[in-house]
């Protein structure tokens, strides 16, 4: 059940190229037919790189599109934010609703809803590989044309990399100043050893095809 927010949020203008960018990438890959790249993982190698600003914004920007339904989820349940920033409650959410099976979801516009991430324990195992939970995915499908998670970083392995083996792809954010190439190397081989293919590198604000990540 969706709950209607009356907030208007933009983005912002120093992002809105590199956004564009990255919104293109996934509309194109859309119209080739691959629909089946629709459960998109943001992730990246430490804290603080920017998946919360990419998730949001990228999420924003295909809003925008005609018919597109998004749903955006806070997964990542180290550090949630997005309520945050689109000022609704952390919880209910995405825990409570793994844990009863049904999900309070925002409705942030017509085309654009959020799942927040809801308020785990300090010993809180997400059940990422149970039937249930890959069918509510399933059913999330069903109802929209991407959705867009922000999922906790991945150096120390966890929780992150257990959502990404359920998802169709993923975008890797990398910060050039804070993560090593070896550190990013590592983490690449981790996505693709769960079983989730990598679809963008995105460092300093663009989308990259180039170097030794990709």
């Not at 037919?33 to 998946?51: D, F, P, Q, W, Y």
């Not at 990422?128 to 069903?142: C, I, P, R, S």
């Not at 959502?163 to 996505?191: R, W």
């Amino acid at each position: 059940m969706a709950t209607q927010t009356e907030k208007t949020f933009e983005i912002p203008p120093s992002l809105k190229k590199p956004i564009a960018s990255l919104r293109d990438h996934f509309l194109l890959l859309s119209r080739r037919g691959k629909k089946t790249n629709r459960l998109v993982g943001i992730a990246s190698v430490r804290g603080g790189e920017g998946t919360t600003t990419i998730a949001a914004n990228l999420a924003l920007s295909l809003s925008k599109f005609r018919d597109a339904k998004i749903l955006l989820v806070d997964a990542n349940l180290t550090n949630p934010t997005l309520h945050k920033i689109f000022k609704i409650p952390q919880s209910p959410g995405l825990v409570e609703g793994m844990e009863k099976g049904q999900y309070k979801i925002y409705s942030i516009s017509p085309s654009l809803s959020l799942l927040p991430a809801g308020k785990p324990t300090p010993d809180y195992i997400p059940p990422y590989e149970t039937q249930d939970f890959l069918k509510g995915l399933n059913n999330f499908k069903t109802l929209n044309t991407f959705i867009l998670f922000d999922i906790s970083p991945l150096l120390a392995g966890g929780d992150g990399l257990r959502l990404l083996a359920a998802l169709d792809t993923s975008l890797l954010v990398v910060g050039a100043e804070k993560t090593t190439l070896d550190d990013a190397l590592h983490v690449k081989e981790a996505i693709l050893r769960a079983g989730t293919n990598i679809t963008g590198i995105v460092t300093n604000q663009v989308i990259s095809r180039l170097g030794n990540l990709c």
